[in-house]
């Protein structure tokens, strides 16, 4: 019962379109007519500025961390059963009833959960494998799901002996950003010209 029961709570979570109700409360602003049409803190950031993206971001992060590290670390709830509380935030958001099933990209509320889920050894490795990725891979879709392939060899190796379930959240979070993402990513990635340029050097 307290497996439904948070998984219930991490998905309504996750469901709340916090960067979509800061556009209408900062300036009576849809952000998805800015951008991508993402309905995430990015196009916060270009309809509005910095100022609003930031809490705009805080808010989709916090909406992950939240649940999951209250079900995990307050509650107890450990094993495969902390899976789907772990997944449901991220299919909250980018499945949002409350958009019409048409969520985010799942980002931030990814970055809460594994917060959640490893304090902070997730959301550190994989901020620093998607600045690294970011900044030789020039299609966004594509460097983001690059850098979570390389964040499975992190959790697989260093959690699978002891909390195998792990590998199942991030493959069903691998799952999620293929589906959000899968129109970008039939283009095929292009590296940065400075990269190239590098690269090219005798």
Not at 33 to 38: L, T, V
Not at 59 to 65: E, I
Not at 187 to 202: D, E, S, V
């Amino acid at each position: 019962m307290e497996t439904f029961f948070w998984t219930v709570i991490g998905f309504i979570s996750g469901a709340v379109p916090y960067s979509v109700i800061t556009g209408y409360l900062a300036s009576r602003v849809d952000i998805r007519q800015y951008g991508d049409s993402n309905p995430g803190s990015t196009n916060v950031l270009r309809a509005l500025g910095w100022r609003w993206a930031l809490p705009a971001f805080l808010l989709d992060y916090l909406k992950g961390a939240v649940p999951v590290s209250l079900a995990y670390f307050q509650w107890q709830i450990t094993g495969w059963e902390i899976v789907p509380i772990a997944l449901a935030p991220i299919l909250g958001h980018a499945f949002s009833p409350f958009l019409r099933g048409r969520g985010g990209k799942a980002v931030a509320v990814s970055f809460g959960v594994w917060t959640g889920l490893t304090i902070g050894a997730g959301p550190s490795t994989l901020g620093l494998l998607l600045g690294l990725m970011f900044a030789v891979i020039k299609n966004s879709a594509w460097a983001m799901m690059l850098a979570f392939l390389f964040f499975g060899g992190f959790i697989i190796p260093y959690y699978a002996s002891a909390q195998p379930e792990f590998t199942a959240v991030w493959l069903g979070n691998l799952i999620v950003f293929a589906l959000k993402h899968g129109r970008d990513l039939k283009t095929p990635p292009q590296m940065r010209l400075a990269f190239k340029h590098r690269n090219n050097q005798p």
